[in-house]
């Protein structure tokens, strides 16, 4: 039987994970590093904003169907 992954492994895995995505994703699309990093930095807000129970999963769904709609995206105009 397999032994579970220690924490360090699984951090080392996820992070192994998140750089692969970037590379794929900077070699498939046109994105600057700021627009990675800008994504990035959301998403962090979103987990972090998670880990303390401040938005539910409801929330961030609603969110990002109002980015779909190109109604979340205002600022920019």
Do not use: N
């Not at 590379?23 to 998403?43: I, N, Q, W």
């Amino acid at each position: 039987m397999a032994r579970p992954m220690t924490q360090e492994r699984q951090i080392s895995a996820f992070k192994e994970g998140i750089e692969a995505v970037i590379e794929r994703f900077s070699a498939e699309f046109d994105l600057t590093y700021g627009e990675m990093v800008g994504v990035l930095e959301e998403t962090k807000f979103w987990l972090l904003l998670e880990s303390v129970d401040l938005v539910s999963e409801e929330e961030e769904e609603e969110e990002e169907e109002e980015e779909e709609d190109g109604e979340g995206e205002s600022w920019k105009s």
